[in-house]
């Protein structure tokens, strides 16, 4: 995960990996940005202590994929704001204005982390789905990452939905079920709490710090290459050659 490409407003777009083909780099397509202001921004302009950094406009744009075969086109929406930044130059000082684009959506969403070949349908469009929510709702993301967390544990051997001897069915608790996880696989007991923490806050509709959100996707990007790509089990077993003189001829 290139954790510093995901933040919450930028100067200009960073070069997302296209979510279609993953291997192009999505470009703002020239020319295409549009920014309207609305009414009620316009109408405060050269009131008393008014300044550019007031302005709440809206944009929209379009990025394309490097990739010439793929050519998918992302939208782009948000508020665009304006700071203005004081340099000394040759005549004084010289004020020169930045914009910044604060995105709400970008569909469709580019992929946070990988979006393994492995996982089921539901866990593919649960994670797909938090990738939606990144820019829009913190609360909605961290939500769907929690839900993400317990279909991924029922594929992986501990049952979500039990019946009873009369028929009737429950679900376990998460809490429940990363507990149960851990006695068959342990080690990701800390990540997989933490991912139920923020996603309890975000059912709450707690407000969540971007941040926190990109702490999350790392702990499950980590936690996903073990019980995902099998990663440990593979250097367990490279390992285990490697100790063996024979393996070593
Ligand atoms: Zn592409």
């Not at 948000?78 to 005549?91: C, L, M, T, W």
């Not at 990738?131 to 929690?146: G, V």
């Not at 507990?179 to 509709?205: I, M, Q, T, Y």
Request: proline fraction near 4%.
């Amino acid at each position: 995960m290139e954790r510093n490409i995901w933040r919450a407003s930028y100067g200009s777009f960073p070069p997302f990996t296209c979510p279609r083909c993953s291997t192009g780099k999505l470009r703002m397509k020239k020319d295409s940005k549009q920014v309207f202001e609305p009414h009620h921004s316009k109408s405060e302009h050269g009131e008393p202590g008014w300044g550019e950094w007031d302005i709440t406009a809206r944009f929209i744009c379009f990025l394309v994929c490097s990739n010439s075969f793929c050519g998918e086109v992302v939208t782009a929406t948000g508020y665009e704001s304006y700071r203005e930044e004081e340099y000394g130059g040759e005549d004084g000082p010289e004020t020169v204005t930045h914009e910044s684009l604060q995105p709400k959506m970008l569909w469709p969403a580019p992929y946070v982390i990988k979006v393994s070949a492995k996982l089921s349908a539901d866990c593919k469009r649960l994670l797909i789905s938090s990738f939606e929510q990144l820019w829009m709702d913190q609360a909605t993301c961290a939500n769907r990452l929690r839900s993400f967390v317990e279909h991924l544990l029922d594929d992986l051997g501990v049952k979500r939905v039990v019946t009873r001897a009369n028929g009737s069915k429950y679900e376990k608790t998460l809490g429940t079920l990363i507990k149960e996880f851990d006695l068959l696989r342990p080690g990701h007991k800390p990540a997989l709490e933490a991912l139920r923490n923020v996603g309890n806050l975000g059912s709450h509709g707690t407000k969540l710090k971007f941040d926190t959100i990109l702490s999350a996707y790392e702990l499950l990007e980590d936690a996903l290459e073990d019980l995902v790509e099998g990663k440990r089990a593979r250097l367990d077993a490279l390992a285990q050659k490697l100790s063996d003189k024979n393996g070593l001829l």
